[in-house]
C-alpha cells in the first residue's frame, strides 16, 4: 500500500499595522526543508510511493501586549495545500492559551487573541496547529508548533524597595559623603527598547543632597552643615523610565536623613560672675548653690566636668558635677568662721569629657567663671579649750577641794558671758561639783579608788545671754591611790601535821592580797606576832617574793594532847604609811602513813578500834528499828481480822445473793426451781417443796384460804405480809417472801413455759387454733404433732 503525504502550508502574518511601525525591523528567517521524491514498489500491490516536498516556513510572531482596540487582534493564519476551499478540512490549534487566549477558526485556520495580554505576566506562548479530514477523521498535516511572543509596550513605572528609606549622617561632614543608595526597578522588558532603563534624580532636598543618576546613590552637597542649625531633612527621590525622556513613567520615594552629633562645640558660661552664701554653721558636705555652663551638643559630647581651678577658698570649698543634669554643685569643704573670713573668691572651670581631635582648632572646649562665696555670721555656742579634759586626784582629797578647771569663750564678737554645770546624768553620786562662774571643778564627796578607780562626767558651758546656745565637754577624772589598805592572806588557809612529822619540814606556803596599787608594785613581809617568835612548835620563812613557808619545829605530834594549833601571822606592806594585818593559820594534828599521806584528823578516831566501828554501829540500830516495825504491823493486821460467819449456808438468805453458776436446761429440765410458784398463787398453796436442795429442816406453811377472786392487788400483799409475820413456822431469821400477783384469771389460762414445770407429761396446744389469727404464731408453733417433733 502506498502512502501520499501531500505539503502543508502554513501562512501566519499580522495585520497589526501600528504593532509593525512602533517594531524595529525584524529578520524573518526561511527555512526551506526539501526532501527529494521516492518511488518504490510496495511488497503487497506493487503500487508506486510518491514522496513529494514539503515546505515549511515560521517566523518569530510577535503580538502587542495590552491592546485595547475594538476587535479582537489578528495573530495568524493557518493553511494547508490539501485545503480545496470545500470545507473538509478542519484546523485545530493546542498549547499555551489555546481556546482561551488564543482562538482558531476551524474553517479558515485565522487565529485571533481573544483576551488583553500581558507580557509582565507570561511573555511566551508555544502552541501546536494541526489539520484533519472531517469525514474520516485522519490527519492530513502532521502536527507542527510555533511560538507567539509577547511585544512589551512600556505600561510599568518603576518602583523602589522601599516606600521609605531612613538614614544618618554625622554633622560637619564633607561634600560628597555618601548617605544612603536607593534603588527602583521596572518590570517592562529591558531588552527592548528604554522601557526599563530607569534614571534617578531629586525631587526635595537641594542643595543640601544630591543624587546619582545612574545608582542612586545619595550625597552630601554642602559643607558643615551644622546639627544644632538643622537636624532633620526629607528628601524626595524619583526614578524614571525610558532613560529620563518625556513620555516615561515615574516613580519616587522619600529619605528621611538625619545629622548625627559630633562634639564641635565647647561649653560656655551664661554668665561671668555667681555669687552665693554659707553660714558659718554649715556642716561640711552642705550644698550652697548650682551653676551650669552651656553645650549645644548631646550625649557624651554635651558631657561636662567641673572643677576649681583656683582661688583663695579652694581649700574650704569644692565642687562636684551632677551627671544627670550636668550642673556643678558647690558644697562645704571645711568648717567655716565668720570672725577669720567672711568672703571667699573661687575660679570655676568647666571642660568637655570627650572632646574630638577634628575640632581641637575651633579652640579650648572649656570656659571659666568666678564664684564669690559670703559667710554669714551666726550665734554659736561656746566652744571648749580643749576636746576634751584628763584631771588626775588622790583618793583622800579633801572634800571641797579643787581638783582642775575647764574653759569655754563665745566664738562670737559680742563675747557673751558663759555660765558652768556638770551633767547630772553622768555624776548620779553629785561626787563633783563646779563652778558656775570659772569653771572650776571640786570634791563634793569622799573618793574611794577601790570602789570606782575612774569618773566620767560632762560639762556644759551655756551662754548667758542665749541659754539655747551651750556645748558639752567630757572631763575623765582618774583617782590617784594611796596606800589605805593592809594586806591579808590571799585565802582562808587550813593545814595539817603529821604526827609523825620531822622537824624542819615545810606544812604549808601562804600568800598575800594588797586592794591597794602602789606604783612600784606590791612586797609583802610576813613574820609571826611577838608573843610567839620564839614558837616551840612552828616557824615562819618568808620567801622574799610576796609568800612564806610554814615549817616545824619539833619533831612528833600528838593529837591526844593537842589536836589543833592556831598560828597567828603578821603581813606587812612596803608603801608609805605601812599597813599590817594579822592572820590566823589553823592547823590540825592528822595521822599519816609513811609517805606522809593523810588517814584521819579526828580525836575521836582513837576509840574506835577497840570496839565496833561507827558503820556497824548504825547498821545494828537500823535493824532494831525495822523489826519493831513488822511487830507493830503483825499485831495491827491481827487486831483487824474479822469473825467467821454464824450462817455460812448456801440457803442462806440473809442479805446475801446466791450464785448458782447455772443456766439450767430450759423447759425439759424438771428438776429445776419451780418459777412457776413464784408467778402463780394457786400453786403455792400446793407447798411444793424445792427440788433442787435439801433442806436441813422443813418448814411447814400454813395453808390459807384462796383470796384471787375480787381482791385488789395491794389488799392482797398486805395481807400475806401479815400472814407471814404471825406465821409461827416462820424461820428466825430474815428470809425473802415473794407477793406476786397477776391479777384474775383468764379463760384460756396461762400462756408462759414456766406453767410447764408444773406437769410431768406434754401438753396439748391445740386449743390456740381455735383463739384467731392473733395466735396463729403460736398454734404454729406449738401446736399439732409437726411441731414438736421439730
Known sequence: MMRTYSFLTVLLWSCMFHAIHMMPSQKRTNKHLRSERITGLSENDGKTLHRTKRGWMWNQ???????????TQYVGKLHTDQDKGDGNLKYILTGDGAGSLFIIDENTGDIHAAKKLDREEKSLYVLRAKAIDRKTGRQVEPESEFIIKIHDINDNEPKFTKDMYTASIPEMSGVGTSVIQVTATDADDANYGNSAKVVYSILQGQPYFSVDPETGLIKTALPDMSRENREQYQVVIQAKDMGGQMGGLSGTTTVNITLTDVNDNPPRFPQSTYQFSSPESAPPGTPLGRIKANDPDVGENAEIEYSISNGDGSDMFDIVTDKDTQEGIITVKKHLDFENKMLYTLRVEATNTHPD???????????????K???EDIDEPPV???????????????????????????P????????????????????FNIYSGNGSLFISKPLDREETPWHNITVIATEINNPKQ???????????????????????????VCENAKAGQLIQTV????????????????ELVPEFAVHPNFSIVDNKDNTAGIMTRRNG??????????????IFDNDYPIQSSTGTLTIRVCSCDSRGNMQSCNAEALLLPAGLSTGALVAILLCIIILLVLVVLFTALKRQRKKEPLIISKDDVRDNIVTYNDEGGGEEDTQAFDIGTLRNPEAREESKMRRDVIPETIFQIRRTAPLWENIDVQDFIHRRLKENDLDPAAPPYDSLATYAYEGNDSIANSLSSLESLTTEGNQDYDYLSDWGPRFKKLADMYGGEDSDRD
Open 384 to 410: 571648749f579649750s580643749r576636746p576634751w579634759y584628763l584631771i588626775e586626784v588622790d583618793e583622800d582629797a579633801k572634800e571641797g577641794s579643787i581638783i582642775g578647771q575647764v574653759v569655754a569663750q563665745d
Open 373 to 375: 562665696i559670703s559667710v
Open 61 to 71: 510572531f510577535f503580538l502587542l501586549e495590552e491592546y485595547t482596540g475594538p476587535d
Open 357 to 371: 581631635p577634628r575640632f581641637l582648632q575651633l579652640g579650648p572646649f572649656k570656659d571659666t567663671a568666678f564664684v
Open 470 to 496: 551651750s556645748s558639752q565637754i567630757p572631763v575623765f577624772i582618774r583617782i590617784l591611790d594611796i596606800n589605805d589598805h593592809a594586806p591579808e592572806f590571799a585565802k582562808y588557809y587550813e593545814t595539817f
Open 412 to 431: 562670737d564678737i559680742t563675747k557673751n558671758a558663759i555660765k558652768y554645770s556638770v551633767d547630772r546624768h553622768t555624776d548620779l553620786d553629785r561626787i
Open 557 to 570: 605530834y600528838s593529837r591526844s594532847k593537842m589536836s589543833t594549833y592556831l598560828l597567828p601571822i603578821i
Open 511 to 526: 600568800s598575800a592580797v594588797d586592794k591597794d596599787e602602789p606604783p612600784r608594785g606590791h612586797k609583802f613581809f610576813f
